[in-house]
Nanobody, 120 residues
Framework: QVQLVESGGGLVQAGGSLRLSCAAS????????MGWFRQAPGKEREFVAA????????RYRDSVKGRFTISRDNAKNTVSLQMNSLKPEDTAVYYC?????????????WGQGTQVTVSS
């Protein structure tokens, strides 16, 4: 059974930083593209960032480029999202996802989500 468990969310002031982590119980973790999505109240879930199985390729939504960094540790089955220069519009529930391609992710597994709130 695959489980993705996020941690690291919280409340931060605008301009601050948070680091999200996702622990995956997947036997073949290094074969999955891993990524992060987010969903703000009243809005649809949207893609944030993805990283290839080797970590050599990353992709970001335009609004977080230069501020967010995704990374993974295949030895520990973890993926992280370092979020700097946070803005109130980054407020959302952030979800870890495991998929099969970096273009669309096509997530097959989701975490339960962690709340990120950025105050102005």
């Amino acid at each position: 059974q695959v489980q993705l468990v996020e941690s690291g969310g919280g409340l931060v002031q605008a301009g601050g930083s948070l680091r999200l982590s996702c622990a995956a119980s997947i036997r073949t973790f290094n074969m999955y593209v891993m990524g992060w999505f987010r969903q703000a109240p009243g809005k649809e879930r949207e893609f944030v960032a993805a990283i290839s199985w080797s970590g050599s390729t990353t992709r970001y939504r335009d609004s977080v480029k230069g501020r967010f960094t995704i990374s993974r540790d295949n030895a520990k089955n973890t993926v992280s999202l370092q979020m700097n220069s946070l803005k109130p519009e980054d407020t959302a529930v952030y979800y870890c996802a495991a998929g099969n391609n970096i273009a669309t992710m096509n997530p097959g597994y989701w975490g339960q989500g962690t709340q990120v709130t950025v105050s102005s």
